[in-house]
């Protein structure tokens, strides 16, 4: 998990949650409503990420902190490297250096194992019927704002 930067999984067999133990605290909630979600019957990543993160919003500080940096990542994700560091900037102390923490984390990676690890992973849940493959992580956005989740949180998208 360490090598190729897996946050979490779920073991099919005896249907265990197991994550990364190198994930940052603020990590850790929005990552283990993921895998639960997908305990839960929510296969698809796309759709598993965006039950944990209404979960994540819906429990305690902590998990609603995780998923709103969660979301402030995969949104910043979609951006121009110019407006990333403007959105990033704009933070307080705080997630910025959570962000850091996480991205000094992802560095630790073994790139060329990495690389094949993620290869494999997606032609195995395409096999699967996940049309998208690995690109449906990034999906979550897009069903968040065709939600009222948002509108819940008193937010707008």
Not at 37 to 48: K, Q, R, V, Y
Not at 98 to 110: S, T
Request: proline letters at 6%; hydrophobic letters at 45%.
């Amino acid at each position: 998990m360490r090598a190729v930067g897996v946050s979490g999984m779920l073991a099919p067999l005896f249907l265990e949650t197991y994550l990364n133990p190198d994930l940052t605290g603020p990590e850790r909630p929005c990552v283990l409503a993921h895998e639960w979600a997908h305990l839960s019957g929510f296969a698809p990543e796309e759709d598993a990420s965006f039950v944990g993160l209404v979960a994540a919003l819906g429990a305690d500080t902590a998990s609603q902190y995780s998923a709103w940096l969660f979301l402030v990542s995969e949104a910043v994700n979609r951006l121009h490297p110019v407006t990333q560091q403007l959105v990033l900037t704009a933070l307080e102390p705080g997630p910025r250096q959570d962000l850091a923490a996480i991205n000094e984390r992802l560095r630790r990676r073994v790139p060329w194992l990495d690389r094949a690890s993620w290869v494999a992973y997606d032609r195995a849940i395409k096999s699967q019927g996940a049309v998208e493959g690995v690109a449906g992580y990034g999906r979550v956005i897009d069903l968040l704002l065709g939600s009222d989740v948002l509108a819940d949180e008193g937010l707008t998208p």
